[in-house]
């Protein structure tokens, strides 16, 4: 049964911690995001950084914005859809992506550790070059 991850998730923190026991929040120190997944099987998560620059309109021309504003728009937003599955012997979720503003990620598994702690769920993204970072997740009031 995946009856413990239905429904819709607000990100608390995104934590990650370098090679070298440094902390960094990659979407800020106040990230927003929502998650969800349902169950017919499908997943959705949108996080962001509060503090990135509006474009100037709810419907911006997109070849008038200028490279450097959308690239630091697109560097503090990350969002992806699809499948999922869970390894419950392993604590895993695996997330099948379907869509996704990064289009390397189309078609991958993004593989996550999961724990739920008191009212959290708690994602561990697998450590890359040392790095490990640990999302955390409340189901919204």
């Not at 593989?111 to 919204?140: K, N, Q, T």
């Amino acid at each position: 049964m995946n009856d413990d991850f239905i429904g819709n998730w607000q990100l608390i923190d995104y934590v990650t911690t370098l090679a070298n026991g440094k902390r960094i929040d990659p979407l800020g120190a106040l990230p927003y995001g929502l998650g969800t997944y349902t169950e017919a099987g499908f997943m959705s998560a949108h996080l962001m950084r509060r503090d990135r620059e509006p474009l100037g309109s709810a419907r911006p021309d997109l070849s008038q914005i200028a490279p450097d504003l959308l690239a630091a728009t697109a560097s503090g937003y990350i969002g992806y859809a699809g499948r999922f599955t869970i390894d419950r012997d392993g604590c895993r979720i695996i997330h099948h992506v379907e869509t996704a503003w990064i289009p390397d990620w189309i078609g991958i598994d993004m593989i996550r550790d999961y724990s739920f702690e008191d009212d959290l769920l708690i994602l561990r993204p697998p450590a890359a070059a040392g790095a490990a970072s640990v999302l955390r997740w409340r189901r919204p009031s």
